[in-house]
């Protein structure tokens, strides 16, 4: 009877001893102002992570009408469309096609002095990618992009 319990208990003392010491960083801040940029350029999240959280702050001075900025996460390859898609839909959609599959993750689209976080889950990512991050604001995710990889 006790021996199913032992082999689990086991299975377990790896990934409590094993591997770094420090516990993985499920989290980072990225930041954009009026300029049109994020200050994160490439993410490695950490395949320990469960969910990975990201907190977009707009530091700049300007509405999100003007200068508005979202947190998008897809593969790379489906970019230029959910962009595309993203204009069409507009702002009151956070210039994203409602419902979108390719959308793996996203913030609203925020404008100066606000905040926005979006968690997702780190196991699906793994297989596929590579992906990219960017904001879909018209006229930004060519300037406001970056990788993302799961290491
Ligand atoms: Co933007």
Redesign the pocket.
């Known amino acids: 009877m006790l021996r199913p319990f032992a082999v689990v208990a086991l299975s377990v003392l790896p990934v409590l001893s094993g591997g770094s010491p420090w516990a993985a960083e499920c989290a980072i801040d990225v930041h954009?102002d009026d300029q049109?940029r994020f200050d994160v350029q490439s993410i490695v999240v950490d395949r320990r992570c469960t969910t990975f959280t990201v907190n977009l702050f707009h530091t700049g001075q300007l509405d999100r009408g003007v200068?508005?900025?979202?947190w998008v996460l897809s593969r790379a390859a489906d970019l230029m469309e959910v962009v595309a898609d993203g204009a069409v839909a507009g702002l009151d959609h956070d210039y994203l096609k409602p419902g979108d599959p390719r959308v793996i993750a996203h913030t609203r689209v925020v404008g100066a002095g606000e905040r926005d976080s979006v968690s997702f889950a780190v196991a699906g990512l793994e297989a596929g990618g590579p992906y990219l991050f960017f904001?879909s604001?018209p006229g930004?995710s060519s300037l406001?992009r970056g990788t993302l990889s799961v290491e």
């Open positions: 954009a049109v200068m508005g900025h979202n904001c604001y930004h406001m």
